[in-house]
Each structure stands twice: as structure tokens, then as C-alpha cells.
């Protein structure tokens, strides 16, 4: 009788150091995948963050938790330690559309990229949001823009105060691109021509030119442009 019991212990033992051995296997090559991914994550020109909704008792999302962030998260949002954390607990008063945004991607299932300002925050993204499993999680890959928007809105300032000073100026004042097409005409060529803005730009303005002054006015006009210097046409 011992003779029939012996072989069944070593198989019995056998069968379970395979089976650890493949779990350990499997642990390993999980541990390998996910130090390659967040290398990868740190590796990035832009800052990276996993997200999860949180919802409340009407099953409406009401925040989002922080379960991932690269080193370039910190720098371009200003949060530190933010892993763990929410978003409204760390940025009291953000803007909710932020959220509504989120959501739609996270539950909606599609991705979408948006620019938009956060007054609370003091800055500008360019975010890329996209829906991950399980349902309810976002990634986000996003680029602070805030010394691009601030240089754009100087800009369109600056244009602003040009327009109102030609506009009231007493003297016609018209602005064309490089290739010599009119851009701009001020309130007083179009009160004096009888044109309006868009029945002016382009190559359009010479309409506003005696028919007899046309030809010689539009050619001495291009050489002038082509020649990049300045010219006076009576």
C-alpha cells in the first residue's frame, strides 16, 4: 500500500511550484510593462495625468482624483502632490466647464482636445483628454500656453488701440500684406470712397480709383511693393 501512495505526492507538489512559477512570470512581465510605461510618461515634452470621476449621490460627477501625474505635471500646473488628491481640494473655485469636459471624454467615450483658460489658476492649457478602462477614467496630456496667450492678446491689443487711433486719424490710412494685398482700409477711406471693408481689401481698393489713374496707379503701386520701398502716388 505505501508503494501505490508514493508517486502521488511528488506530482501533487510538482503541479503547484508550475503554477507559482507562472504567476510569478506573469507578476514580473506586468512589473517590466508598467516601469516601461511610466518611463515613457516621464519621458514626454508635455505633462501626463491618469484621472478617475468622482460621483455623487445622484450618480452626477461632482470631481476628479489624481491617480497618476509625470514631473512635468507639477511644473505646468503649479500642484504639488497631487497623486491621491482632488481636484477641487487642490484648486478651490476651478472652473467647472473643466470638469464638464472630463466627463463627457470619460463617459462619453471619445476624445477631444481643447485651449482654455482657468482665471483661478492663472494659466492657459492646450489639453488632450481621452476616455480610459475602466469606465470613468481620463488620461490628459496637456501643454502650458499661458506666455502664447498673453503674447496673442498683446497682440490683438495692440491692433486694437492701431484701428482706433487710424480710424479717428484725419488722413485715409489703408495696410497691406507682403504680397501687396489690402488688409486694412480706415473709416475715412471708406466715409470718403464709399467703400466698405470688404468691397476694399484685396486689390479691390483700386475700384475707388479714377478710371483714367487706375492702370498707372496699380502698376507703380506693384513695383513699389515688389521693390519693398516707399512710394508717393498723387
Not at 497618476?68 to 484648486?91: P, S
Not at 464638464?100 to 489658476?121: D, F, H, I, K
Not at 487710424?166 to 486694412?184: F, L, R
Amino acid at each position: 500500500m505505501s508503494s501505490d501512495r508514493v508517486p502521488s505526492a511528488p506530482q501533487s507538489a510538482l503541479e503547484l511550484v508550475t503554477d507559482l512559477r507562472d504567476e510569478a512570470s506573469a507578476d514580473g512581465a506586468l512589473a517590466q510593462n508598467e516601469a516601461w510605461i511610466r518611463s515613457v510618461f516621464a519621458a514626454l515634452d508635455q505633462a501626463f495625468c491618469v484621472c478617475e470621476l468622482v460621483f455623487g449621490p445622484d450618480g452626477e460627477p461632482v470631481d476628479y482624483l489624481f491617480i497618476e501625474t509625470n514631473e512635468l505635471f507639477e511644473q505646468y500646473t503649479g500642484l504639488q502632490d497631487a497623486v491621491g488628491r482632488c481636484a477641487y481640494d487642490l484648486v478651490p473655485g476651478l472652473e467647472p466647464e473643466w470638469l464638464q469636459v472630463y466627463a463627457q471624454a470619460a463617459l462619453g467615450g471619445q476624445a477631444s482636445r481643447v485651449q482654455r483658460g482657468s482665471e483661478v489658476m492663472g494659466r492657459w492649457f492646450d489639453v488632450f483628454v481621452t476616455p480610459l478602462h475602466p469606465r470613468g477614467r481620463f488620461a490628459l496630456l496637456f501643454s502650458d500656453i499661458t506666455e502664447q496667450r498673453v503674447a496673442l492678446q498683446a497682440l490683438h491689443e495692440s491692433e486694437r488701440r492701431f484701428r482706433n487711433m487710424a480710424d479717428n486719424a484725419p488722413v485715409m490710412v489703408w495696410v497691406t500684406e507682403a504680397d501687396g494685398s489690402c488688409s486694412y482700409l480706415s473709416r475715412r477711406w471708406c466715409d470718403f470712397t464709399g467703400q466698405t471693408l470688404p468691397s476694399g481689401l484685396g486689390s479691390l481698393w483700386l475700384d475707388a480709383v479714377h478710371p483714367d489713374d487706375r492702370d498707372r496707379s496699380a502698376a507703380e503701386f506693384a513695383a513699389a511693393t515688389a521693390q519693398r520701398r516707399p512710394f508717393r502716388l498723387d
